[in-house]
């Protein structure tokens, strides 16, 4: 199972987060959550680790 998440150059940080956690909510039967992000230190990458962060307890295995 996956879900894709499109960051476009209009979309904010805050719209990116919304849908990352939708799509980790529609992944909650999921042991764990791999996260792709193609520059550490861009918006999607930033976003991505605090989400991993707050998601901790509910996903251990959450990774980017």
């Known amino acids: ?3 894709a998440v499109d ?3 209009e979309h904010s ?3 990116l987060k919304e ?3 939708k ?3 529609e992944l909650g039967a999921c ?3 791999l996260i792709l ?3 550490t230190g861009g918006t999607p990458y930033n976003v991505a680790s605090k989400l991993c962060l ?4 509910a996903f251990p295995r959450f990774r980017i």
């Open 1 to 3: 199972i996956y879900q």
């Open 7 to 9: 960051f476009l150059p």
């Open 13 to 15: 940080a805050d719209e």
């Open 19 to 21: 849908k990352m956690q």
């Open 23 to 25: 799509a980790v909510a």
């Open 31 to 33: 042991d764990s959550v």
């Open 37 to 39: 992000a193609d520059l």
């Open 54 to 57: 707050e998601q901790m307890e």
